[in-house]
């Protein structure tokens, strides 16, 4: 035979079974989205049997998140306080580093906590307080969502930061606006850029999320009576120059809202 139909051949099996795998994959892919989606409607029937509802749209898609670790990371600090004074001299008393620029004077401390204080020109706002904030802590290398938006003669804009898309509850700031102008920032961030920690386990998935978090419940003694809504995050832990960033899901009820730890089920009132 010809090496050139020999070759077709070979062509023709491997396309084949090539096409067997994808569908082998697809076929998969379905099962697992199906016996995914057979476990959350299970668990929601299981409240309901219970006397608790889930109101519509309140699960999240399916996302497995990770524990990490925070270094202390100062160069990025004098790089955001650069970022929004202008250039700085910098002062550390041991208890927080400090600095001061044209446009303000800020300070970091090892748990997290920041504050900066600007001049009355230093970031006029013209237009959308919220945008502004949002574009203003982009630009210095930080993702955040808005909270809230409280409007008046001093309008404050509550953020929360996230790392890849999924919020930190517990890194949360105001950007505070005066006389058309931003005033002072003021909350908690993440220390530095988190890293995976290799031996951590990943959160559970919803609907191990929900029997959990009902049972706990019970077991703590809260009533409540309706699941508002069901998100995935990190509560960050720590101090110094470590911060740990904990998986949890954060329910909100009609009777509250608490955080849950995403490994061990355990509850906290936030």
């Given at each position: 035979?010809?090496?050139?139909?020999?070759?077709?051949?070979?062509?023709?099996?491997?396309?084949?079974?090539?096409?067997?795998?994808?569908?082998?994959?697809?076929?998969?892919?379905?099962?697992?989205?199906?016996?995914?989606?057979?476990?959350?409607?299970?668990?929601?029937?299981?409240?309901?049997?219970?006397?608790?509802?889930?109101?519509?749209?309140?699960?999240?898609?399916?996302?497995?998140?990770?524990?990490?670790?925070?270094?202390?990371?100062?160069?990025?600090?004098?790089?955001?306080?650069?970022?929004?004074?202008?250039?700085?001299?910098?002062?550390?008393?041991?208890v927080?580093?400090a600095?001061?620029?044209?446009?303000?004077?800020?300070?970091?401390?090892s748990?997290?906590?920041?504050?900066?204080?600007?001049?009355?020109?230093?970031?006029?706002?013209?237009?959308?307080?919220?945008?502004?904030?949002?574009?203003?802590?982009?630009?210095?290398?930080?993702?955040?969502?808005?909270?809230?938006?409280k409007?008046?003669?001093?309008?404050?804009?509550?953020?929360?930061?996230?790392?890849?898309?999924?919020?930190?509850?517990?890194?949360r700031?105001e950007l505070?606006?005066?006389?058309?102008?931003?005033?002072?920032?003021?909350?908690?961030?993440?220390?530095?850029?988190?890293?995976?920690?290799?031996?951590?386990?990943?959160?559970?998935?919803?609907?191990?999320?929900?029997?959990?978090?009902?049972?706990?419940?019970?077991?703590?003694?809260?009533?409540?009576?309706?699941?508002?809504?069901?998100?995935?995050?990190?509560?960050?832990?720590?101090?110094?120059?470590?911060?740990?960033?904990?998986?949890?899901?954060?329910?909100?009820?009609?009777?509250?809202?608490?955080?849950?730890?995403?490994?061990?089920?355990?509850?906290?009132?936030?």
């Open positions: 035979m010809e090496w050139s139909k020999i070759k077709n051949i070979i062509i023709l099996i491997l396309l084949a079974v090539n096409v067997f795998l994808l569908v082998q994959v697809a076929q998969r892919e379905r099962q697992s989205r199906q016996y995914l989606e057979e476990s959350r409607s299970g668990a929601v029937e299981v409240l309901r049997q219970q006397g608790y509802e889930v109101a519509d749209g309140a699960l999240p898609e399916e996302s497995s998140l990770i524990p990490c670790t925070v270094e202390r990371d100062r160069d990025g600090e004098e790089a955001l306080a650069a970022y929004l004074l202008g250039a700085v001299h910098k002062t550390d008393d041991g927080r580093t600095y001061e620029g044209e446009k303000g004077g800020g300070w970091f401390r748990d997290g906590s920041f504050a900066f204080t600007f001049t009355a020109d230093a970031y006029p706002v013209t237009g959308d307080e919220a945008a502004h904030a949002l574009k203003l802590l982009d630009g210095g290398g930080y993702a955040y969502e808005v909270v809230s938006t409007i008046g003669e001093t309008t404050v804009v509550s953020v929360r930061q996230t790392w890849e898309g999924a919020p930190v509850f517990s890194c700031a505070t606006y005066q006389n058309g102008a931003l005033a002072s920032i003021a909350g908690t961030r993440l220390i530095g850029t988190p890293a995976q920690d290799g031996g951590g386990e990943q959160s559970m998935d919803v609907s191990t999320a929900l029997i959990r978090f009902m049972s706990g419940m019970r077991e703590e003694g809260h009533v409540f009576t309706k699941i508002e809504s069901l998100t995935s995050g990190y509560r960050a832990t720590g101090s110094g120059r470590r911060m740990e960033l904990e998986p949890v899901w954060q329910v909100t009820t009609n009777a509250g809202v608490f955080l849950m730890d995403g490994v061990t089920g355990e509850l906290n009132i936030e």
